[in-house]
């Protein structure tokens, strides 16, 4: 450890104009300075900076003594000051993937997680099984469910966001992913009616009051409306399976949070639904469905 902060600090002087810096050494002080403020995954996100700022890291290899380029390097400075912030990388790159597609984000709007492929893969697997030909995705926010069962499946889509910010990169992904005759997105309130779907799918706001009180600096980036649950981060379903419960015809399927999932499963029964679970990669309890086929 000593010898990493030896380094950084020796890296560090050269930033004072001193001497143009190579491309291994930016690359290295990138590297520490995010590791020193805790961030995980120093490497890969130091690359990805880079990268933005059109320092690519096959270049870094390639060249490793080459002078790293001045104006790329005013670039990447920028992008580290604003992740050292606390401000997420996604946001600061522009775009994330999510099952295997390309989505735009940014402040506004929920950054696409893994986690929430369960419920894309798990409504994917309905879909296939029974040709399904309906969804519809609730909360959508960026679109990532919705607009995944599109493009994978080739089903048609309707999208529900009531946030003004999201719906503008709902909107952007849909035609990011070509998917503009199958997707309709809808500024509205997911609260209401829209008809009657194969499948509906959605990841509403969950987190508690405690839960909010004790956010990732990360997480506080994002919009708080995307994450806001109430008191007992169970608002959402309740008024959501009241409302929508006896409009679909197989699959329903929510995200949940850690721990949510009895008290999710009864409010299913409570709704005259038979609820199953399905874990996430890391074996937590991740979604909540029940299916009439």
Not at 146 to 173: P, W
Request: charged content about 25%; proline content about 3%.
């Amino acid at each position: 450890m000593k010898q990493s902060n030896l380094a950084c600090r020796k890296t560090e002087r050269t930033t004072t104009g001193e001497r143009t810096l190579k491309n291994r050494e930016l690359l290295s002080e990138i590297i520490c300075k995010l590791s020193d403020n805790g961030i995980e995954n120093a490497g890969f996100e130091a690359n990805q900076l880079l990268s933005l700022a059109g320092i690519e890291r096959m270049k870094i290899i390639a060249e490793p003594n080459g002078e790293a380029d001045k104006t790329a390097g005013i670039s990447v400075k920028r992008y580290l000051e604003r992740r050292l912030s606390g401000e997420p990388l996604q946001y600061i790159l522009g775009e994330w993937e999510f099952y295997g597609l390309p989505f735009k984000v940014g402040k506004g709007v929920l950054i696409p997680r893994q986690d929430t492929e369960v419920i894309a893969e798990l409504a994917r697997e309905y879909i296939e099984a029974t040709g399904a030909e309906s969804v519809l995705d609730l909360c959508a926010g960026s679109g990532c469910i919705g607009i995944a069962l599109a493009k994978t499946c080739g089903v048609s889509a309707v999208l529900v966001e009531n946030s003004r910010e999201a719906f503008g990169y709902l909107e952007q992904n849909i035609a990011l992913n070509g998917v503009e005759n199958q997707c309709r997105a809808v500024l509205g309130d997911c609260f209401c009616e829209y008809g009657r779907f194969d499948v509906i799918v959605s990841n509403p706001p969950y987190l508690t009051k405690s839960d909010m009180e004790n956010l990732q600096r990360e997480v506080t980036f994002e919009p708080k409306s995307a994450l806001y649950g109430g008191n007992d981060g169970l608002d959402y379903y309740r008024k959501l399976l009241n409302i929508h419960a006896k409009n679909f015809n197989g699959l329903f399927a929510v995200e949940i949070g850690i721990g949510e999932e009895e008290a999710v499963m009864e409010i299913f029964r409570e709704n005259g639904l038979y609820p199953s679970l399905e874990k996430d990669l890391n074996g937590i309890y991740r979604v909540v469905y029940a299916n009439k086929t």
